[in-house]
Every structure is written in structure tokens, then in C-alpha cells.
């Protein structure tokens, strides 16, 4: 923008990740003021560390590093940056210049993988830490669903063709059951990461076994040292200039499953949508169509599915870039990880959000639910007809034959005639079926053609998915409200 003008930021592309569907903690945590801020602390556990192993660092220096962590001249910064063309020295310049006193030894001994590498661990691992809870509560607003509804019938479909009966719980568990995997997926992540710690130029350590005069333990001990204040557990043993570019795999490859889970469960949502038995939540003022007023689009579950395609693709940069990473490091890594990493975590932050929100409104139609059994269950009856008319005297072999008759007329009936399925009318006209005529109603029963579904969903709630539930508690939060 020119001089006393402000700039137009509707004149300037902005990610929708960010701009229209991100939480503000995401938002944050990939932000630039998060970055630079994490590598001043960087430099100052490093400083720290350093002179706890005697190395000539004052209090003094120390303290003005600790008062300016985020006194961050961003302009400064950016104007060092054109003039250098190096981000990490345009910083350790625009830090000395708020730190005189300890500019002498801010970044001593590191190379620019030591703020880079580690603050990218850093975000990746409070980026877990912000999803994970997401996804509990997304679990735990689905489990109370399945829950609610663990003993309603509903016809099940393979190869979305009818199918014998399940419940609309147990079907829910089947998506419970894949978040579930992703949770254990992405805490299982979270854990495995590791600190790049202080590795030097070419990960030997060689600068800062020099700085020591050749003193082996204190080098170690100074990666302890600057790991632990990180808040980590461990760094890796060996390290290029960068840490392994395949951590990003792991990382990006349990968020593309978790986007796979989430395209799954809303794309049945979206079916169950057009069969109207069950549909997400729709606002008092929404429009579904701006030239059919009438319709109730399932645009939550549409916009899951369109950044879970988004998300599940991201997972080949990761994949392309540890191929081709040589020798030691090439920087033809940098470019596209702060892309995808960054995008990776926005994009599964915005999805959890919304199936939360579908989640927590979840509207069921039983009415329609029975009318679809109703219009498939007597053909699933026919065994039990059969075998309820051999108790009765009856042979199997015509009264098969009976049935098939009979089913096949109905079918015609549905099929070509368009209407109801009369099966069980034309069972009650058949003088052949009178012995068994007062069974017909507990033999059509819905409730006796769902196997265990109910109990398996009482025992899966119960042993697994509460329990995993646990660590969450404390962060299941209230209802979301969706912004757009």
C-alpha cells in the first residue's frame, strides 16, 4: 500500500483455509508471529543451555533475550530479508537489534535447520494437540447419537442395494470405529516425534564440539538440555542438516486416513440425506437452493468431503519430497512444507469442526425409516415364513415355491407398477399360509431381524470408546457454532 493508504486485503488472494474455515488456534499456530516467536525462544534455551555448560554467556545477556521474545519488528525483519535473502539471519538481525548486549552469542554455534527443523517440530506437535481433542469431541457427540438411537431398525444396504436390517446406532459405530483408529493414529504421531535438537550444519555437531574444546559430554549434554526445555522427551540420534524429511509422512499419512474416515461418514450422510432418513442440521434461515427453495442441501457434509479429497492428496508432497532429499539436505524441501504441513493441519482442524457441528445436529425421520422397511422386509421374511410353516406341517419344498410366486408377483408390483410391496397381503389371501397367519406380525417384527446390533453397540461404547475418551474430558466443550 502506498504511504498513509491501508492496504486493500480484498485486493490480495487469501487461502479459505484461513480467511472463510479455520479456528483461530490453528490459525495461530502456523501463523507467522508463532514461528518467529518460537525461534527466539529457541535461541534463548540454546543461550541457556550453552552457558549452564560454561560457556561465556551473562545474566544480563540472558535477560534481555528473555524480555524480547516477542518484541518482533516484522517490518525490519522483512526489509533485512530483501537485503540478505536469508529469513533466519534477516531474524537473528532483527533480534540483535533489540538484544545489543547479547547479539554476540544469539544463534552461537547453530545453523538455521536449529530454529527452522525444531520449531517445525514444535508446530506439528501442538498442531496434534489441538486436533486431538477435535476429534474427541466428534467421537463423544457420536457415541451419544449411536447411543440414543442403539435399538431403532434400519435397513442396511451392501453395495447400496437392501440388505438385511442393522440399527441406526450400529451404523454409526461403524464411523466411531474408524475415528476411533485415527485417534489412537494421530496420538500414536504425536508421540513418536522427536527433537532435532542441536545436530549443526551437517548434523555432526561439529561446531558446537568446538565451542566445547572437543568436549564430548557437554555437546551431548546440551542437546538434553535444549530438547527438554522444548518440551520433549527426545531428539533424534542423527540428523542430516534437517531431521528426516519421512517424520512428515507419518504425520500427513495419519491426517490423509483420518480425511478418508471423514469422507466415508459424510458421505453416507449425503445418501442418507436423499433417502430422507436422516439428514444434518439446517439453519432456520438456510437456503439450499437459490433456484429451488425447497431443497435441504447437505452442504456440511459436501464441504467435508471436498477438503477431505483436498487433505488425502496432500500426503504425496511428504512422499516426493523424502525421495528426493540428497545427501544431507537439499532445499527444494522448503518451499512445498510450508505449503503442505501448514495446510495439512488447517484443513483437518476445518473438517473435525464441521462434522462436530453435523454431529451435534443430527436429525433423524423414523417414519421414513420404518416406510423403507416396511417396503423391503417382507422379501428378508420369507426364510422365517418357510420355517415357521414346516413347524406348522407344512413342506419346504412348496412352500418355497409358494413364496416365489407370490414375492415375485410383489416385486412386480414395486417394479413396474410403481407401487407398495403387497408380499405379506398376498400371503394373508393364500388359504395355503392360514396356519401360520396370526404369526405373520411377530415374524415381520423389525426389531427380531437385527441380530446383536443393539448389545454390540452397548458393549463397543462402553469398553472402547468411552475409555479412549478419557484424556479428553476436560476439553469436551459445548456446542460449535460454524462461522460460514
Known amino acids: 500500500a502506498a504511504p498513509g493508504e491501508e492496504e486493500d486485503v480484498m485486493a490480495r488472494y487469501r487461502s479459505p483455509l484461513v480467511s472463510r474455515y479455520a479456528s483461530a488456534e490453528m490459525a495461530y499456530n502456523f501463523s507467522e508471529r508463532k514461528k518467529f516467536g518460537t525461534w527466539r525462544r529457541l535461541w534463548l534455551y540454546l543461550a541457556q543451555a550453552e552457558k549452564s555448560l560454561g560457556l561465556s554467556i551473562t545474566d544480563e545477556q540472558i535477560r534481555e533475550m528473555e524480555a524480547n521474545l516477542d518484541n518482533i519488528d516484522f517490518k525490519m525483519a522483512a526489509e533485512e530479508e530483501k537485503k540478505l535473502r536469508h529469513d533466519v539471519m534477516a531474524h537473528v538481525h532483527t533480534f540483535a537489534h533489540c538484544c545489543p548486549k547479547a547479539a554476540a552469542i544469539i544463534h552461537l554455534g547453530a545453523t538455521s535447520c536449529y530454529v527452522g527443523d525444531n520449531t517445525d517440530l514444535i508446530v506439528l506437535r501442538d498442531g496434534f494437540n489441538l486436533l486431538l481433542p477435535k476429534l474427541a469431541r466428534v467421537i463423544s457427540r457420536l457415541a451419544d447419537f449411536a447411543e440414543k438411537y442403539a435399538d431403532m431398525p434400519t435397513l442396511g444396504f451392501t453395495h447400496y442395494q437392501p440388505a438385511q436390517l442393522t440399527t441406526v446406532g450400529k451404523r454409526c459405530c461403524l464411523w466411531i470405529q474408524d475415528l476411533c483408529m485415527d485417534l489412537q493414529s494421530l496420538e500414536r504421531a504425536r508421540d513418536d516425534l522427536r527433537f532435532r535438537g542441536v545436530k549443526g550444519t551437517t548434523g555432526t555437531q561439529a561446531s558446537f564440539l568446538q565451542l566445547f574444546e572437543g568436549d564430548h559430554s557437554k555437546v551431548e549434554e546440551l542437546d538434553r538440555l535444549v530438547t527438554a526445555k522444548a518440551g520433549f522427551k527426545r531428539a533424534y540420534m542423527v540428523t542430516g542438516q534437517t531431521y528426516s524429511r519421512k517424520v512428515d509422512i507419518g504425520v500427513l499419512a495419519v491426517l490423509a486416513s483420518l480425511g478418508a474416515s471423514v ?85 483437518a482442524d476445518i473438517i473435525l469442526s464441521t462434522l462436530q457441528n453435523i454431529s451435534e445436529g443430527l436429525v433423524v425421520y423414523p417414519k421414513v425409516i420404518e416406510r423403507r422397511i416396511r417396503q423391503e422386509l417382507p422379501f428378508m421374511a420369507t426364510e422365517n415364513i418357510i420355517m415357521a410353516m414346516v413347524k406348522a406341517g407344512g413342506n419346504r419344498q412348496d412352500c418355497h415355491e409358494k413364496i416365489r410366486v407370490l414375492s415375485q408377483q410383489a416385486a412386480a408390483v414395486v417394479k413396474m407398477e410403481g407401487g407398495d410391496n403387497d408380499f405379506i397381503a398376498r400371503v394373508r389371501a393364500d388359504p395355503y399360509f392360514s396356519p401360520i397367519h396370526k404369526q405373520l406380525e411377530s415374524l415381520l417384527d423389525p426389531s427380531s431381524f437385527t441380530g446383536r446390533a443393539s448389545q454390540q453397540v452397548a458393549k463397543f461404547l462402553k469398553e472402547e470408546v468411552r475409555p479412549a475418551l478419557i484424556p479428553y474430558q476436560s476439553k469436551m466443550g459445548g456446542k460449535i457454532e460454524l462461522a460460514l
Not at 308 to 319: K, Y
Not at 329 to 338: E, G, I, K
Request: with cysteine; net charge neutral.
Open 263 to 347: 469422507h466415508k461418514i459424510c458421505t453416507d450422510i449425503r445418501l442418507l440425506a436423499n433417502l430422507k432418513e436422516i439428514e444434518e442440521p439446517f439453519e432456520k434461515d438456510q437456503i439450499g437452493s437459490s433456484a429451488m427453495p425447497y431443497k435441504r442441501n447437505p452442504m456440511r457434509s459436501e464441504r467435508c468431503c471436498s477438503l477431505a479429497r483436498h487433505l488425502m492428496a496432500l500426503v504425496m508432497d511428504p512422499l516426493q519430497t523424502a525421495a528426493v532429499q540428497w545427501f544431507e539436505r537439499t532445499l527444494d524441501d522448503s518451499a512445498n512444507r510450508r505449503v503442505c504441513l501448514a495446510e495439512a493441519f488447517l484443513t
